[in-house]
T-cell receptor
Framework: AQSVAQPEDQVNVAEGNPLTVKCTYS??????LFWYVQYPNRGLQFLLKYITGDNLVKGSYGFEAEFNKSQTSFHLKKPSALVSDSALYFC???????????FGSGTRLSIRP | GAVVSQHPSRVICKSGTSVKIECRSLDFQATTMFWYRQFPKQSLMLMAT?????????EQGVEKDKFLINHASLTLSTLTVTSAHPEDSSFYICSARRTPNSEQYFGPGTRLTVT
């Protein structure tokens, strides 16, 4: 069965500092991996995805994520955080054979001025 | 781009009544639509997957007679919460995709409050 874990409920970072939001996954075969962001009372906004190719994936709003097959991780990163990045972030995985996306528990990112 | 809308964005209903939530793909035809439920400060839990013209596939633990899903056209799916109870209060999010290998787009969500 496919699953995804976000070990941190909350991440706090000062504005201008780099940020990392962690994600590990478990899936049979090669995964499709995604990051989404959710602002209060809003739906999900797509940030980036990994399907194949370069392990470093660049996405929206300056975010990037690194696929690490040996560690089964797909951590989200940004070199310099903005206060406006404060939101709820979800990692998600989809097995190529499965028809559905499974979400992690979410990590609340808080950027202080 | 691909846009998915939901209506209503917020709804309040009384316990025991039924409420319908619509999910529309505005600029593409969606062969598959998904319904998720999100409790406060929690993740999205997949409720069911619906393919146009066929019965929805429900996830384990989701009551199909309580959460009726209809996907009658390639641009519209509806979720009807029947005999609603306060514990059904939640944020319901739909998503849609064109084909099995295409991107999955999410709607803005519907907040249901059952009093």
């Amino acid at each position: 069965a496919q699953s995804v874990a976000q070990p941190e409920d909350q991440v706090n970072v000062a504005e201008g500092n780099p940020l990392t939001v962690k994600c590990t996954y478990s899936v049979s075969g090669n995964p499709y991996l995604f990051w989404y962001v959710q602002y209060p009372n809003r739906g999900l906004q797509f940030l980036l995805k990994y399907i194949t190719g370069d392990n470093l994936v660049k996405g929206s709003y300056g975010f990037e994520a690194e696929f690490n097959k040996s560690q089964t991780s797909f951590h989200l990163k940004k070199p310099s955080a903005l206060v406006s990045d404060s939101a709820l972030y979800f990692c998600a995985v989809r097995d190529k054979r499965a028809s559905k996306i499974i979400f992690g528990s979410g990590t609340r990112l808080s950027i202080r001025p | 781009g691909a846009v998915v809308s939901q209506h209503p964005s917020r709804v309040i209903c009384k316990s025991g009544t039924s409420v319908k939530i619509e999910c529309r793909s505005l600029d593409f035809q969606a062969t598959t639509m998904f319904w998720y439920r999100q409790f406060p400060k929690q993740s999205l839990m997949l409720m069911a997957t619906s393919n146009e013209g066929s019965k929805a596939t429900y996830e384990q633990g989701v009551e199909k007679d309580k959460f009726l899903i209809n996907h009658a056209s390639l641009t519209l799916s509806t979720l009807t919460v029947t005999s609603a109870h306060p514990e059904d209060s939640s944020f319901y999010i739909c998503s849609a995709r064109r084909t099995p290998n295409s991107e999955q787009y999410f709607g803005p969500g519907t907040r249901l409050t059952v009093t």
